[in-house]
C-alpha cells in the first residue's frame, strides 16, 4: 500500500523558486508512473505534470518551461522543482505513482489524497 508524503511546500515571493519532493519507503519509483496534481480551494483538482515509466513527460500550459519533474538518486523519491513562481501557482500539490498505469487527469484525486492526509501547500503572494 502506498504511503506518499509530499513536502518542501512554503511561502515564496513571485519569481522564486522551491522543490517539492515526494517519498515513500517502500515504493521504487524507478519504472513507475508518476505525477503531480495541485488543487486551489473552490478549483477543479488539475494535473500539473507527469513522467512515465518510458520517460515521456507531460506539463500542464499553465507550468511548462517552468517546473520539472524528476526521479530522485533515492529509488524511494521524485520532485517538482518549480521556478519563476506566480500567485496563480499558489495551491496545494499531491504527488501521485502507479507502477502498471499512467497518471491521468483525475477532478476526484485531489480530495482523495487529501483525506488520506497528504499534501503540501505553496503559496505565492500577489
Known amino acids: 500500500e502506498l504511503q506518499l508524503m509530499e513536502s518542501g511546500g512554503g511561502s515564496v515571493q513571485p519569481g522564486g523558486s522551491l522543490r517539492l519532493s515526494c517519498t515513500d519507503s517502500k515504493f521504487n519509483f524507478d519504472d513507475s508512473n508518476m505525477g503531480w496534481y495541485r488543487q486551489t480551494p473552490g478549483t477543479e483538482c488539475e494535473l500539473v505534470s507527469t513522467l512515465s515509466s518510458d520517460g515521456s513527460t507531460y506539463y500542464a500550459d499553465s507550468v511548462k518551461g517552468r517546473f520539472t519533474i524528476s526521479r530522485g538518486d533515492a529509488k524511494n523519491t521524485m520532485y517538482l522543482q518549480m521556478t519563476r513562481l506566480k500567485p496563480e501557482d499558489t495551491a496545494k500539490y499531491y504527488c501521485?505513482?502507479?507502477?502498471?498505469?499512467?497518471?491521468?487527469?483525475?477532478?476526484?484525486?485531489?480530495?482523495?489524497?487529501?483525506?488520506w492526509g497528504q499534501g503540501t501547500l505553496v503559496t505565492v503572494p500577489s
Open positions: 501521485a505513482a502507479d507502477h502498471w498505469n499512467p497518471v491521468r487527469p483525475d477532478k476526484s484525486a485531489c480530495t482523495t489524497f487529501d483525506a
